[in-house]
């Protein structure tokens, strides 16, 4: 395992922020002063999963791209050539949570 605080630009990182865990790449190192950082800017590659199109059932791919996610939706890292757990990453609110939650009052 590895702690989050401990994860490095450039580093090969699995995310969930698609739903389905993605491959990528941190753009920047999560400490930020003497704090961590709670959202980090990663480049995703979101050609690894897709979707299928309900009129002709085709797979679109999506798009490798560079955006921000949240410190939680950071959950393995590769060194050393295997995949490590990464923990202890600053505590995030579940977005959805919190819409669902909205929803319903």
């Known amino acids: 395992m590895i702690k989050y605080k401990d994860l490095k630009k450039n ?7 698609l ?3 993605v491959s990528g790449k941190l753009l920047e190192s999560p400490k ?3 704090g961590l950082k ?3 800017f ?5 050609s690894e999963v897709g979707y299928r199109d309900k009129k ?3 797979l679109i791919k999506m798009h490798d791209e560079a955006g921000s996610v949240y410190a939680h939706q950071v959950t393995e ?3 050393d050539g295997t995949w490590h757990q990464v923990i202890d990453q600053p505590k995030t609110q579940d977005q959805d949570a919190m819409l669902d939650q909205l ?3």
């Open 77 to 79: 890292v590769k060194r």
């Open 42 to 46: 990663i480049f995703t590659k979101g």
């Open 11 to 17: 580093d090969e990182v699995k995310t969930t922020q």
């Open 19 to 21: 739903d389905t865990p």
């Open 56 to 58: 002709t059932g085709k």
């Open 103 to 105: 929803a319903t009052q």
């Open 38 to 40: 709670k959202a980090i």
């Open 32 to 34: 930020q002063g003497r």
